[in-house]
């Protein structure tokens, strides 16, 4: 059974830091890219990060603030989130697609206080 249980999230003050963390289980997680993405009340998700054979990707809204890294030994995926602004308050959601579903973390909520 596929399971990924996200843990991390919180209040940060503006320009503050936060981990998210991304724990897998249920299938094999090195041979499959993970991706992170975040929903603002009453909006689609949007793709943030993605860790993928060449390498992490990310949207220009993350881009230079956020880090998207991976611990295939622990089967965990992690984003760093840096110089938080209020914008990015947001419930974050770790994906992964495997070769017939996809799968969701439950969310973790960020809140970013100005």
């Known amino acids: 059974q596929v399971k990924l249980e996200q843990s991390g999230g919180g209040l940060v003050q503006s320009g503050g830091s936060l981990t998210l963390s991304c724990a897998a289980s249920?299938?094999?997680?090195?041979?499959?890219?993970m991706n992170w993405y975040r929903q603002y009340p009453m909006k689609k998700r949007e793709w943030i990060a993605g860790?993928?054979?060449?390498?992490?990707h990310y949207a220009e809204s993350v881009k230079g603030r956020f880090t998207a890294s991976r611990d295939n030994d622990k089967n965990v995926a992690y984003l760093q989130l840096n110089n938080l602004q209020p914008e990015d308050a947001a419930m974050y959601f770790c994906?992964?697609?495997?070769?017939?579903?996809?799968?969701w973390g439950q969310g973790s909520q960020v809140w970013v206080s100005s």
């Open positions: 249920g299938f094999t997680f090195r041979d499959n890219a």
């Open positions: 994906r992964v697609e495997t070769s017939t579903t996809i799968y």
């Open positions: 860790l993928i054979v060449t390498g992490p």
